[in-house]
């Protein structure tokens, strides 16, 4: 904004206002920026791009920035003066370049029976692979929740009481590569449709859903039989890149 002295001479004001007049002549529409054929960025577009950039809540193992988005430039200013719209989110990587959080879809899950599990008839334990089927590193860390649920139905469940047992660390997965967590059950005891200790009545679920910190819930079933525990009550170990037995 122009601040004019009002004690300047009419002469001034008369040079000064038909300038004014010539440059509005010049501009087409009127007080809008260069186009894109000029190769300056809309002041509009500018202010868009900044408030899209900024990033949200940030996702574990990634950062969010404190400083605020870069300002809208100048339609004066060459046209590299303006920020590259090409630059990554700064929620891609977490901080030091380090991997970002696995996605819920950059992960496959399948569970299996493990091998050391309590004695009983039923289920036990069970192990949950995590494959990245995505095509760079992820991270997983931290302890599952658990939730039993019927077969296609993971909305329907019945969240477990989670114990969990060990440090949790972070894992980086690479592309094709693997993660483990193991669930051990309270166990069924006796034949046929067996008994639980604490003299509730064995569940079984056909389904469990398995959430991990940042990365989703996935619904894994066993590939023979069903989930069978006592208690709804389930201790899990944090992610890890070793495989449990």
Request: glycine letters at 14%.
């Amino acid at each position: 904004m122009r601040y004019v002295n009002g004690m300047r001479g009419s002469a001034v004001a008369v040079v000064v206002a038909s300038a004014a007049l010539a440059v509005a002549g010049c501009q087409p529409g009127g007080g809008g920026a260069d186009t894109a054929d000029g190769g300056v960025t809309p002041s509009g577009a500018v202010s868009s791009a900044a408030s899209s950039s900024t990033p949200g809540t940030p996702k574990p193992g990634s950062s969010a920035s404190g400083s605020s988005g870069p300002s809208t430039p100048s339609a004066s200013r060459p046209a590299s003066s303006a920020p590259a719209a090409s630059a990554p989110p700064s929620s891609t990587h977490a901080p030091g370049g380090s991997a970002a959080t696995c996605s819920a879809g950059s992960l496959k899950a399948t569970a299996r029976q493990a091998a050391v599990r309590p004695a009983g008839t039923g289920t036990g334990a069970a192990v949950v692979e995590f494959t990245n089927v995505s095509g760079r590193t992820c991270v997983l860390e931290g302890h599952p929740t658990v939730a039993g649920a019927a077969n296609g139905s993971p909305e329907m469940n019945v969240p477990l009481a989670v114990k969990p047992t060990g440090a949790a660390a972070p894992v980086k997965v690479a592309p094709g590569d693997k993660a483990w967590v193991k669930l051990t059950f309270v166990q069924v005891q006796g034949e046929a449709d067996g008994y639980c200790v604490s003299g509730s009545a064995p569940v079984l679920y056909p389904t469990m859903v398995v959430r991990l910190p940042g990365s989703g819930a996935h619904q894994v079933a066993l590939d023979d039989g069903q989930f069978a525990e006592c208690d709804d009550t389930v201790t899990v170990t944090a992610v890890s890149a070793i495989r449990p037995s």
